[in-house]
T-cell receptor, first 114, second 114 residues
């Protein structure tokens, strides 16, 4: 069965510092990978996704993620964060034959301090 | 495009009452997903439909929960009778054939059962 592990439940950082949010998955088949962001009292918004091709994926708001098949990881990075990046970030995985059925991690709360 | 629409945004009810949550997917999308989000369990897929047909309802917690999709533009999630442990945020999401792996989320319904 698939599963997604987000290793950090909370990540506090200062404004303009770099950040990495970690995500590991387990699956016996080929997968698609996603990062979603949830701002307070809102629904989830897609940040970026890996379907195929280049393992480095660029998304909205300056975020990027790298798919590492050997380490079954899909870590999210941003070189310089802003206060407005404060939100909860969810990693998700989908089997390529699953009609889009997503399995989500528990989420990482990013808190950016001035 | 209006995005995924959910109603109501907030619902407060008493234990034992029937609760109905509503969702209008993005026009043209043919897959619809219902999720529940709690602090303890994170985001859980309850059920998903493809072309109005329920495909996987293994995430529905028990017989008190039921979901319908009478047409391509409307779905309901019903809880009868409701219990305090059903308190959560319920999200609806939809995806289309052009990009089956990308789900677009509604703003959610925050349910409180007293």
């Amino acid at each position: 069965a698939q599963s997604v592990t987000q290793l950090d439940s909370q990540v506090p950082v200062f404004e303009e510092a770099p950040v990495e949010l970690r995500c590991n998955y387990s699956s016996s088949v080929s997968v698609y990978l996603f990062w979603y962001v949830q701002y307070p009292n809102q629904g989830l918004q897609l940040l970026l996704k890996y379907l195929s091709g280049s393992t480095l994926v660029k998304g909205i708001n300056g975020f990027e993620a790298e798919f590492n098949k050997s380490q079954t990881s899909f870590h999210l990075r941003k070189p310089s964060v802003h206060i407005s990046d404060t939100a909860e970030y969810f990693c998700a995985v989908s089997d390529k034959g699953s009609q889009g059925n997503l399995i989500f991690g528990k989420g990482t709360k990013l808190s950016v301090k001035p | 495009d209006a995005g995924v629409i959910q109603s109501p945004r907030h619902e407060v009810t008493e234990m034992g009452q029937e609760v109905t949550l509503r969702c209008k997917p993005i026009s043209g999308h043919n897959s619809l997903f219902w999720y529940r989000q709690t602090m303890m369990r994170g985001l859980e897929l309850l059920i998903y439909f493809n072309n109005n047909v329920p495909i996987d309802d293994s995430g529905m917690p028990e017989d008190r929960f039921s979901a319908k999709m009478p047409n391509a533009s409307f779905s309901t999630l019903k809880i009868q009778p409701s219990e305090p442990r059903d308190s959560a945020v319920y999200f609806c999401a939809s995806s289309g054939t052009a990009d089956v792996n990308t789900q677009y989320f509604g703003p959610g319904t925050r349910l409180t059962v007293l």
